[in-house]
């Protein structure tokens, strides 16, 4: 069984569109989908031998040749042009930003993207560069991850609030976004409660107006 975080993934993909799969180390995600008939082909890219090779054990494995493929490629460089949705999940923003700066965010239908790190910068860029984010979900799989759905269609610049927690998440307030805020606030006043510092004593306040008001 996959994990909750890539579960989520799946979850946010329309079915029978072709997948690329951007960091696919064990070809998990993409042979998920295929074997659970919600995708009939999906490219598992990998810029690193050794993780493409496990891809390809686990596809052989689980006789999936031809139906999930995998590609030896830096980011999108050698994606096929069949390519409907891009997944990049699991790497830090430093990462997804040099792999979206390299590519042609509007040749695909939509991007679910995961970073790890500084979801508020991967935001950021989404929101300068006009996409429209179109759905965010929080997982917890032993940390909050955030998971957001974007497309190239034109957006006005979003908020720094929206910045910062997320536009859909914002006006969603579903159960485990609000788990996430207060495991943010939490942490926060513990930090806060070591070493005062008038930004954190800012960020305390926005959390418990989210949370409260
Ligand atoms: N996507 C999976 C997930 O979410 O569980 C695997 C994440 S794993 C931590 C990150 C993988 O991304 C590594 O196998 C690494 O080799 C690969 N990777 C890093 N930069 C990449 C790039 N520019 N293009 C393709 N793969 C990349």
Redesign the pocket.
């Known amino acids: 069984m996959i994990?909750s975080?890539?579960l989520q993934?799946a979850m946010m993909i329309e079915r029978k569109k072709v997948v690329f799969?951007?960091?696919?180390?064990?070809a998990?995600?993409p042979s998920f989908l295929v074997q659970n008939g919600i995708c009939d082909k999906v490219y598992a890219?990998?810029?690193?031998e050794g993780?493409l090779n496990h891809a390809k054990e686990n596809i052989e494995k689980w006789g999936l040749e031809g139906k999930v493929i995998p590609v030896f490629?830096?980011?999108l460089a050698k994606a096929a042009d069949d390519v409907d949705i891009v997944?990049?999940?699991?790497?830090g923003y430093h990462?997804i930003r040099?792999?979206l700066e390299n590519c042609e965010v509007e040749r695909y239908l939509y991007f679910l993207v995961?970073s790890n790190t500084d979801v508020d910068l991967l935001r950021q860029y989404i929101s300068d560069h006009m996409y429209t984010i179109e759905d965010e979900k929080v997982v917890y799989d032993g940390f909050y991850y955030q998971i957001i759905r974007f497309s190239a269609d034109l957006h006005d610049p979003y908020s720094d609030l929206e910045i910062r927690y997320g536009p859909i998440l914002l006006k969603r307030r579903d159960e485990v976004f609000l788990a996430f805020l207060e495991d943010q606030l939490e942490r926060l006043k513990a930090v806060n409660m070591q070493a005062r510092k008038p930004e954190y004593a800012e960020k305390i306040k926005e959390l418990e107006n989210l949370l409260y008001n």
């Open positions: 994990s975080r890539l993934i799969d951007v960091g696919s180390d064990h998990l995600l890219g990998e810029i690193a993780p490629s830096d980011g997944v990049i999940a699991g790497m990462t040099h792999i995961q």
